[in-house]
């Protein structure tokens, strides 16, 4: 079992910037991949970015790429999503999600473990 919290999230203007963190604990985080999720009101979930745990090249949905930046800290068990130049469309609840051994970043929702997700505003 892997337990994921998510902190970080507000209410920021468009244009602010924010950084989520997420805690995981239970399991070698070295051998998880991480990704973010996030859900609008009202719209499916959606992949945001993702990271596998060998690190390499990091994946992220169109919409947020040169805006966003995944990372981690494998000796703080913890994976960041750093958001600058947010806009009112990132307005979601972001969810953090692992994976055991996924070599490579994983962008769809087949990932068995899941926080409980921090939620973001952005005001125009």
């Known amino acids: 079992q892997v337990q994921l919290v998510e902190s970080g999230g507000g209410l920021v203007q468009a244009g602010d910037s924010l950084r989520l963190s997420c805690s995981a604990s239970g399991r070698t985080f070295s051998a998880l991949s991480l990704g973010w999720f996030r859900q609008a009101p009202g719209k499916e979930r959606e992949f945001v970015a993702a990271i596998a745990w060998s690190g390499g090249s990091p994946l992220y949905v169109d919409s947020v790429k040169g805006r966003f930046t995944i990372s981690r800290d494998n000796a703080k068990n913890t994976v960041y999503l750093q958001m600058t130049s947010l806009k009112p469309e990132d307005t979601a609840r972001y969810y953090c999600?692992?994976?055991?051994?996924?070599?490579?970043?994983?962008?769809?929702?087949?990932?068995?473990?899941w926080g409980q997700g921090t939620q973001v505003t952005v005001s125009s």
């Open positions: 999600a692992a994976k055991p051994w996924q070599s490579r970043p994983l962008t769809t929702m087949e990932y068995p473990y």
